[in-house]
C-alpha cells in the first residue's frame, strides 16, 4: 500500500503529526455475523482475492478520472502524554486535475490552510496568518504531495486516493484482506465492505457498489504508541468535471506574508 509521504500505503494515510489516518478492526462484531456479513478468513486465506479485487476496482475508478473534487472530513485520534485519546475533525475540500493540479482548502479543529499545485509551483497559504510558503512544482503530482508532507510535517489523509495507481497504493504489501460484507447505511449508498492490513496498519474501507468510489475510511496505526485509530468519510463525490484554471490561482495570497516552504508554520 504505496504513497506519500512514504512508501508503504497505509502510513501514507498518517496526518495530524505524523499519525496514522483511520481506523480499524479485523473482527467481526456478532451483530455483523447476523447480518449476513462473510466470516474472518481462516489460515492459508489471509489475502482474499476477492478483497484484493474491490481495492483494485476503488483504486481504478478514481485513476480513471480526468478530474474529480471531493470533501474529506477526518476525524484524528491523538493519545496525549497520559495516553487518553483526543480527537478532533478536519474538512478538506479537495479539486484535481491530472495530470498536475490539486487544490485542497483545510479547516476544522486545527489551522486553516490551502495547498495548490498548479503545475508549475507549490503553495502553501495560512489564511488565517496571511502567509504563503512557494517552491517550483516537482514533475508529478505524487511528488507534489510528498513534498507537502515533508514541509508541513504531516500528509494528506486522503493521500491515497488521489496519487497516480490508488490501486496500487491500497494493496500494495498486504499481509491480510477479507471481504466484511455489504453496508447500506456508509454515504447514503450500498457498499462494499473491506478490511486489510499491513505491517503497519490495519484498515478497514467502505466502497460504492455501482460507482466503486470509497465513502469512509479506518485505520489503526499498529506501530505507534496507544494505537491510534481515525476516520475519514468521503462526499460530494464529483468525476470527471469541468475544473476551470482559476480553481487553481493563488491571486488571493497576494501580499501574504512570505515563509520558507520547509516548515512554514511558526
Do not use: C
Not at 495530470?99 to 476544522?108: A, E, H, Q
Not at 507549490?122 to 517550483?136: G, N
Request: glycine share 8%; hydrophobic share 45%; aromatic share 6%.
Amino acid at each position: 500500500m504505496r504513497g506519500p509521504p512514504n512508501s508503504n500505503g497505509l502510513r501514507s494515510a498518517r496526518a495530524a503529526a505524523g499519525l496514522a489516518m483511520l481506523a480499524a478492526t479485523l473482527t467481526l462484531l456478532p451483530s455483523a455475523r447476523r447480518a449476513g456479513a462473510q466470516a474472518p478468513p481462516v489460515a492459508g486465506e489471509m489475502v482474499e482475492p476477492a478483497a484484493v479485487a474491490l481495492l483494485r476496482s476503488a483504486g481504478d475508478a478514481l485513476a480513471a478520472a480526468r478530474s474529480l473534487s471531493f470533501t474529506a472530513v477526518a476525524v484524528h485520534d491523538v493519545p496525549n502524554g497520559e495516553g487518553q485519546s483526543i480527537f478532533y475533525t478536519v474538512r478538506s475540500r479537495v479539486a484535481l486535475l491530472r495530470p498536475d493540479r490539486l487544490r485542497v482548502v483545510t479547516d476544522g479543529d486545527g489551522p486553516s490552510r490551502e495547498f495548490v499545485a498548479d503545475g508549475r509551483s507549490l503553495t502553501l497559504f495560512r489564511p488565517d496568518l496571511r502567509t504563503v510558503a512557494t517552491e517550483p512544482a516537482p514533475a508529478s503530482l505524487d511528488a507534489a504531495l510528498k513534498a507537502e508532507a515533508a514541509a508541513t510535517g504531516e500528509g494528506q489523509a486522503f493521500a491515497d486516493m488521489i496519487v497516480t495507481d490508488p490501486a496500487q497504493a491500497l494493496t500494495q504489501g498486504l499481509t491480510r484482506a477479507f471481504v466484511v460484507g455489504r453496508s447500506r447505511l456508509v454515504g447514503g449508498v450500498e457498499t462494499d465492505v473491506v478490511a486489510f492490513a499491513d505491517r503497519d496498519a490495519q484498515a478497514q474501507i467502505w466502497i460504492g457498489v455501482q460507482d466503486r468510489l470509497p465513502r469512509q475510511l479506518w485505520v489503526t496505526d499498529t506501530n505507534a504508541p496507544g494505537r491510534p485509530r481515525n476516520t475519514v468519510t468521503f462526499s460530494d463525490w464529483a468525476i470527471d468535471p469541468p475544473i476551470e484554471d482559476r480553481v487553481f490561482s493563488t491571486a488571493h495570497t497576494e501580499g501574504a506574508q512570505s515563509v520558507p516552504f520547509p516548515n512554514p508554520d511558526p
